[in-house]
């Protein structure tokens, strides 16, 4: 399979490539969340060099969630006047546009924020553990998150259930020790990343691509991922609409360290629907690093080091 040549997700959606540019944190928008001319220019330059997908760093949903100084936000309206400047320099540039959204959870940084963590459970001089109210207002954020990019004239958001961040927190078995029916079992620890999905689903009509970014094992702050679980996971998101998952597996030339003899994406591709897109992401340099995860099962890759090294 050409790494160059288009694909369409299972919505109908086309892509000229099967190039994404990764989300990214480059710290470049302003204090209120708005988009800087900086962060609009850095994003643009890989749509002028032909990245099929222009994907935006993660961007926060509420103000509570907000991960560090200069991030992206989809919490008001007010940013949604930037978000329509990178669907539009994006789209003159035949690429698309989608959006990264995601709340820090216990990762979130209370001196920006000027707000106290919440996560699945408390700890010790960091986060409070979330109330039902917590959880209730955080799926409706997602939900109001995807309805302003939808609004903007991007083509579709990603959920960041990746990397430590709260999704990640409550579908870890080691950060998430609740004992209500939001942690537990895997379909409790899973429950959270699944009402996002299906709240974000129904606000947006199926032309507009929803995805979820997955860390498949543990690595790095995705403490206590397991493959099989987080396989399961993604089955599910799909039967909830997810249109395709983005694997963030960090060295993608290795395989699955629980099974060594197979591959993650393998182990994705034998799961899911054959019509839900797969991406993987992880210290891919060359078009034949990329072309090996297609023959893998891939759809697609996203570049996140390679693409500030060369936007083209």
Known sequence: MDILSPFSFRNGVRSKNRVMLAPMTNS?????????????????????GGFGIVMTCAAHVGKDGQGWAGELGV??????????KIAKNSHDRGALAFAQIFHGGLRADEKVSGVR??????ADGGPRAATEEDIARVITQFG??????HEAGMDGVEIHGAHGYLLTQFLSPIENTRADSWGGSLENRARLVREVMRAVRSRVPKSFVVGVRLSAEDFGNAKGMDL???VTTGKWLADDGADFIHLSLWRAEFNSRKRPEEHVITAFKKALPSDVTIFAAGN??????AEKLLELGAD???LGRSAIANPD
């Open 117 to 122: 963590p919440w996560s699945a459970n408390e």
């Open 284 to 289: 891919i340099w060359t078009r034949a690093d």
């Open 28 to 48: 470049q928008s302003h204090e209120d969340g708005t988009l800087s001319d900086d962060e609009l220019r850095w994003l643009t330059m890989r749509a002028d």
């Open 228 to 230: 099989d679980d987080s």
């Open 75 to 84: 919490f008001d309206d007010s940013q949604i006047p930037g978000l329509t």
């Open 144 to 149: 109001d998150a995807a309805v302003r990019a």
């Open 300 to 302: 697609g890759v996203a």
